[in-house]
Structure formats: C-alpha cells, structure tokens
C-alpha cells in the first residue's frame, strides 16, 4: 500500500491530479482508524476521533514533500496523532478554562484590531483592560489559558485580516526584542520592571533559560513564570515605545 500510495502523491503533487489525491485520501482510512483507536476509551466517541484524524490526514496528503525521499507513513503519523491530541486540549481548555476568562478572551478578539488601528501599535495590558472593563491581571490571565489551549490559537490568523497573529499583534513574541540595537531603551524598559519581573527577563533573555528552568531557578511554577514574563514584555514594550524616537 506504501509503494502506491507514494504513486499517488506523487501524481497529485507534479501533476495536480485530484482524482489521485482523493484515492490516496481513500486508501489511507485504515491507518487514521488505527491511530484513532489508540485515543479511544478516553471520553471521546471514535467516530469523533477519526473525523478529526481525518483532518490532521488531509493536511499531511497536502503538505507532504514528495520529493524529499521519505515514506508518507513517517510524516503522515505524527500529523494525524498531532491533531487527535490537539483535539483533547482544546476540549480540556473549553471544559476548564472559567466562563469569566473564555468570555474576557471573546472581548480580547474583539477589542485588539481597533486599538491597533486607534493608537498606531500594539496594546499594552492597561490599555487592554481599559477597554475591556477587567482588571489587568484577569487580561493576563485570559491570554495565558487561550494561549495554552484554545480553540481559535493565538496563533491563528487574527479576525481582522492579512497573516498576522493574535500572538503577533499583541507582541508577545520574543524575537521581536532581539531586534532593538538602542541599548537605552533596553534599559529603560528593564528599569519599568519590579525586581521579580527584570530578573525573568534576564533569565530568559541574558541566560537564555526556558521558561521550564526559570521556574524552578526561582520557585514558582512554569504557568507563573509564562504570566510574568508576558507582563513584563507588555510593560517594556510600552516603556520602549513612548520614549522611542518617533518618524512624522
């Protein structure tokens, strides 16, 4: 089944034959059943399970790379096994994350493209709970739990348009402070920080730890050290952008 199922994608991919890739869709039901299977018992109907397998295959089929020499099964599995996992966080998130914080994320969505456009860069925290009506921590506590699971990922694009992330508009990403050469303003952001924020930063930044060991250099847990660190880059980020230079 391998060698012609391999065919298949072959002639899908180089020649855009739809009729082959649907085939090899066909053929490679039993292996998302299978892997199905291993998830069953837990909660979850199987039928549930490999529909969502199914998804997980349609996006190895579309993105297997056919001229990289590889068995499909190599590349297909951990897709597939990838989306049935995913499929069980998500669902733990909705039975778990409080009603509070899943509706505050709702507003989160909502909110962040028109204060994008209104203030001419990212949101800070208190900007965000000012126009959410909630406290600065229940905005960090709703973006930690959507962005640990959630159904509509921080990752995904954001509602308003183009490839931007929620992740990315909101400007949580790391690399983003790798790019700031002014050493000033590096410095005046650390200094907008209490004493426990400015040392995760540099643990993170300086030293180069996980978060993982951040928590265990400093005693606290690893969700703990995530929402520190997400404050902490909101506050220097918004100390760096009042005192950066601005282009009229």
Not at 190 to 203: C, H, K, P, Q, T
């Amino acid at each position: 089944m391998e060698r012609n199922v391999n065919a298949l994608l072959r002639a899908y991919h180089r020649e855009g034959d739809r009729a082959a890739r649907d085939q090899a869709l066909l053929e490679l039901m039993p292996l998302v059943r299978a892997l199905a299977n291993r998830y069953s018992g837990r909660g979850e109907p199987l039928e549930d399970l490999v529909q969502v397998g199914s998804l997980g295959l349609i996006k190895a089929v579309d993105r297997f790379d056919v001229d990289r020499g590889v068995e499909f099964s190599s590349y297909a599995v951990p897709t597939i096994v990838g989306e049935i996992r995913r499929h069980f966080r998500d669902k733990a998130w909705a039975m778990h994350v409080p009603r509070r914080l899943k509706e505050l994320s709702v507003r989160l969505s909502r909110v962040l493209d028109d204060l994008t456009n209104e203030l001419g860069r990212s949101p800070t925290i208190p900007e965000l709970a000012k126009a959410t009506g909630a406290e600065e921590e229940e905005v960090i506590d709703a973006l930690d739990s959507a962005h640990a699971y959630s159904t509509r990922s921080l990752h995904a694009p954001f509602e308003g348009g183009g490839d931007d992330s929620l992740a990315e508009k909101l400007g949580v990403v790391d690399a983003g402070f790798e790019e700031i050469e002014d050493i000033s303003l590096i410095s005046a952001g650390l200094d907008a920080l209490d004493d426990r924020e400015r040392r995760i930063v540099e643990l993170r930044f300086f030293d180069e730890l996980t978060q993982s060991q951040i928590a265990a250099e400093v005693g606290i847990s690893q969700m703990h050290v995530s929402r520190l660190l997400r404050r902490a880059l909101m506050v220097m980020r918004g100390r760096i952008e009042e005192m950066a230079p601005r282009n009229e």
